[in-house]
């Protein structure tokens, strides 16, 4: 009895060895480490990846708006009148959003005096993406300094702006309402820019008779 009794404690501590030998080679075993990180780390690479696709993109659309409120209010401040002009504008516009669609652009260039330290709108045109400022009000969202609001003095004013709808937008939607219960939407967002010039051979560049 007292041999069968060794005999069974022998076998445990044999046993209880082989299971710690087992389980420090389970430990010590790395051959699926690089597949697990892989996956752990595959959806922070893909939205680091696309956040950067969607930022350069922006970027781009964003500088080519600017260019293009730029283009136009240089191409109407050196005319004297640009009633039959537009078209050329228009194509102004399509050219310098390339490579980009220039579908959704909306552009809009006027004319202001400034009367009793107040831009007053003289005219204004737009593109079928945006509308015009209301002549003799003043031109909403154009930025003066104080230093221009100089009574008599004409400007020209344009203003370019584009919804750029984002990669992620729809992702960023639904993650934020997820979080915050809020319905705002991160779809798209507004890029926009405008610029003032002085007319450059003319005190008032002419659109249908409009500074008569």
Partial sequence: MICNFH?????????????????????????????????????????????????????SHDRRVSKTAFSVADLVARSTDVSSSMGDIEIAIAHQMKPFDANGVGVRVGMVRI???????????SNPYSSPWTKGNEPTGIPFSQGMLVNGQTYVVTEASLEHSLILGDAFDNIARLVTSSDKTLAAITLRDTFILHPRKVSCVEYKDSCT
Wanted: proline share 3%; with cysteine.
């Fill in 7 to 59: 005999k069974l404690l022998y076998e445990r501590r044999c046993f209880s060895r082989a299971g710690k030998r087992k389980a420090q080679c389970l430990v010590a075993d790395q051959s699926g480490l690089a597949a697990l990180e892989f996956a752990l780390m595959l959806p922070l690479v893909m939205v680091l990846f696309l956040g950067m696709v969607e930022m350069v993109t922006a970027l």
């Fill in 115 to 125: 009367v009793k330290d107040t831009p007053e709108v003289i005219w204004s045109w």
